[in-house]
């Protein structure tokens, strides 16, 4: 990633996460700095953050020994985003208000680069006015809030006022640094998760498809600023965005009839949808009851959904899946022809971690030309962002 974050550290007991946090950051290869509340070190000791953001911790504004000053100018340029959590209720007072005695309300006040906060307190101090009226202006002057979390706070209530979680928060920061507007004014078109196929009211025939990869596509998509049309399979998955319309749909007839209302409107077209190949023949409208002593099920084959779109396509850019078990590169290429796509993203499951039920993946991208891309095994939300990049490479040639 080589990001420069400034993690800033005040006086709350979810600081002792802010290890974690950290430990997040690192672990993408961002550089990584931390600037603390002299009170938030009776919660964590700089010693543990320098330690394991492999850079010393800034705690004073000058060195009582050497005298020397700390330069919090300095801290505040080289970071490319700085991320304050936990955010106590006075430190965010004194933000709003631009205090600045200690040497973290200093950097704030330098930095030129995104501040984003996570904003952690009992639920009573969280729902005052003042504090609602304090991140209304934090947000005002262009800070970022990441809104604190319902749950089992320290003072044994349960309420708002709980810090999200680090992988929340890390998350979160990643996206932000990831986001630009790219593909402002473009409108992408999505198909993600599974297709159940009704053979009576209660029982269908689905696959395991958790849907987050094209989710996670649809999220990298927005956060470069195109407008996505996400039509989905049943998925747990949630995603929220301005740009994103969501349609939900449950069988591959459904999800052709959805496609092809939008696909002319797209620029852009990625099919990661895990379409069932075929269905029962007939639907049965009662349940069916278990009397005879073997039961035949007629399949049909379902509409290819990706041809469909391949066979009509104009000016578009066409991205299909193929999950294979042997011969990936052959079978991926023949699909290219097949369907008239402009590239395939091709996951073997003869590679560890790859497919479904993993939140890992391992790609290659073959494009028209039958050149191959190869990417090593990574989240499927870092997968999602090489698979955009890709795409903003190669769309409008
Ligand atoms: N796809 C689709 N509609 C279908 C089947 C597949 O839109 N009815 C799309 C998938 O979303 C994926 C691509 O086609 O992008 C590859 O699907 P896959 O099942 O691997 O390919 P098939 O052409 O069905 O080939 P095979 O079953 O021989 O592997």
């Excluded at 800034?58 to 490319?80: C, I, Q, R």
């Excluded at 578009?316 to 796509?341: C, H, M, P, R, W």
């Excluded at 991208?365 to 698979?387: C, G, M, P, R």
Aim: net charge negative; with cysteine.
């Amino acid at each position: 990633m080589g990001k420069h974050i400034l993690v800033g550290v005040t006086a709350g007991i979810a600081a002792y996460k802010i290890a974690e946090l950290v430990r997040y950051f690192k672990k993408l290869e961002a550089e990584v700095k931390v600037v603390m509340t002299p009170a938030s070190c009776d919660f964590i000791t700089p010693l543990t953050l320098s330690t394991l953001s492999q850079n010393p911790v800034a705690v004073d504004l000058y060195d009582s020994k050497t005298g020397e000053w700390t330069n919090h100018v300095e801290l505040a340029l080289w970071a490319d985003v700085m991320i304050i959590a936990p955010l106590t209720a006075n430190t965010l007072a004194k933000m709003v208000s631009g205090q600045s005695d200690n040497l973290l309300l200093t950097t704030f006040l330098s930095a030129k680069c995104p501040v984003i906060v996570a904003p952690a307190m009992d639920l009573d101090m969280y729902q005052h006015p003042s504090t609602k009226r304090n991140l209304e202006q934090l947000e005002k002057d262009g800070v970022t809030v990441i809104p604190a979390d319902y749950g089992f706070l320290a003072s044994g209530l349960v309420g708002h006022g709980r810090m999200q979680e680090p992988q929340q928060i890390g998350a979160f920061v990643c996206d932000f640094l990831a986001s630009s507007d790219e593909f402002q004014g473009v409108k992408v078109l999505i198909t993600a998760g599974p297709t159940y196929e009704r053979i009576d009211p209660v029982r269908f025939i689905g696959n395991h498809s958790s849907g987050k990869m094209g989710f996670e596509i649809a999220k990298a998509f927005l956060n470069k600023g195109a407008e996505v049309i996400l039509v989905t399979g049943p998925t747990k998955m949630v995603l929220h965005h301005p740009n994103l319309h969501r349609v939900d749909v449950m069988t591959a007839e459904e999800m052709l009839g959805e496609v092809q209302k939008v696909w002319q409107q797209c620029r852009i077209g990625v099919f990661s949808a895990a379409v069932a190949d075929y269905r029962p023949r007939n639907t049965a409208e009662q349940k069916i009851k278990k009397n005879a002593e073997e039961m035949q099920l007629e399949l049909v084959k379902n509409p290819d959904i990706l041809k469909w779109a391949g066979s009509v396509k104009k000016q578009q850019y066409l991205v299909g899946f193929a999950l294979e078990t042997s011969d990936a590169e052959a079978y991926g290429k023949s699909k290219i022809e097949s369907k008239n796509l402009n590239a395939i993203i091709v996951n073997s499951l003869e590679d560890a971690g790859a497919g479904f039920g993993h939140n890992t993946n391992k790609i290659k991208i073959i494009d028209k030309s039958n050149k191959i891309y190869s990417f090593e095994l990574k989240t499927k939300q870092q997968v999602a962002l090489d698979i955009v990049d890709f795409i903003r490479e190669n769309y409008e040639i």
